[in-house]
């Protein structure tokens, strides 16, 4: 499930077997529209596109297909490369250098250039399981991934480079979400032993925190306020 839009006019998306649905998030009811062409899906995203709306979606066909929230219809756009279910979809950057970053079972993450339709660069690796989930740092310059080899993994998909690793975690490595600005940018991440442990994503090193109660696996995390007052809702 995804959301975009302001007011009254905030949509929600969902996916599921072949199909995406947009819905009312203010008048709820049956859906707004179908969109059918996605495989199963597994991630979803959106972004504004001019005066509308793009939905990403990705899934077990291995591939990220691009919709046009308002008009509907088939997809605008099929990116493929990915050699496993595409798990998780971020994107950063605006017009000409938009970019989607995308998270696979088959163990990398890839940068792929919105306007050409294709991948921005060679797809790169570093886990050694499924990554199993992405969160945007800030703008979108870097990315933080979660994967089953219980680290994390921080990427700049800009300039490239090897990633920042995180170890700590016990368990696969099953949700992650990023907060803060500047000197002070955080990561919570979520196992699958019930453990969310939070991280320096500019100095790295060991957890800062740990934070525990759950007894089973952490699938979701979100997080909000702003300054020194932070929250997160696993």
Do not use: M, Q
């Not at 940068?111 to 060679?122: H, I, K, Q, S, Y």
């Not at 989930?133 to 998909?157: E, F, H, N, Q, Y």
Request: hydrophobic share 40%; charged share 25%.
């Amino acid at each position: 499930v995804t959301w975009y839009g302001e007011g009254d006019a905030r949509r929600i998306v969902s996916g599921g077997p072949r199909k995406l649905h947009l819905w009312d998030a203010v008048k709820g009811g049956l859906p707004l529209r179908e969109f059918e062409g996605a495989g199963f899906v597994r991630s979803l995203t959106c972004h504004r596109a001019g005066d509308g709306w793009h939905i990403v979606s990705g899934g077990r066909d291995k591939t990220l297909h691009v919709f046009d929230a308002v008009k509907g219809g088939a997809p605008l756009r099929k990116l493929e490369g990915h050699t496993g279910p595409v798990r998780a979809i971020t994107c950063h950057g605006e017009g000409d250098k938009r970019r989607y970053v995308s998270a696979s079972d088959d163990r990398t993450v890839r940068v792929w250039d919105v306007a050409a339709g294709a991948a921005a660069r060679p797809a790169v690796d570093g886990h050694e399981d499924d990554v199993t989930a992405i969160a945007r740092v800030g703008d979108g310059r870097r990315v933080v991934t979660a994967s089953r080899d219980k680290t994390l993994r921080v990427w700049d998909v800009v300039e490239g480079g090897a990633p920042l690793k995180l170890e700590g975690h016990e368990g696969a490595v099953l949700a992650v979400e990023c907060y803060g600005e500047g000197d002070a940018r955080r990561a919570v991440s979520g196992d699958s032993g019930g453990t969310l442990l939070v991280w320096d994503l500019d100095k790295g090193g060991a957890p800062l925190l740990k934070l525990v109660g759950h007894t089973n696996w952490v699938l979701a995390i979100a997080c909000h306020g702003e300054g020194d007052a932070w929250r997160a809702v696993s």
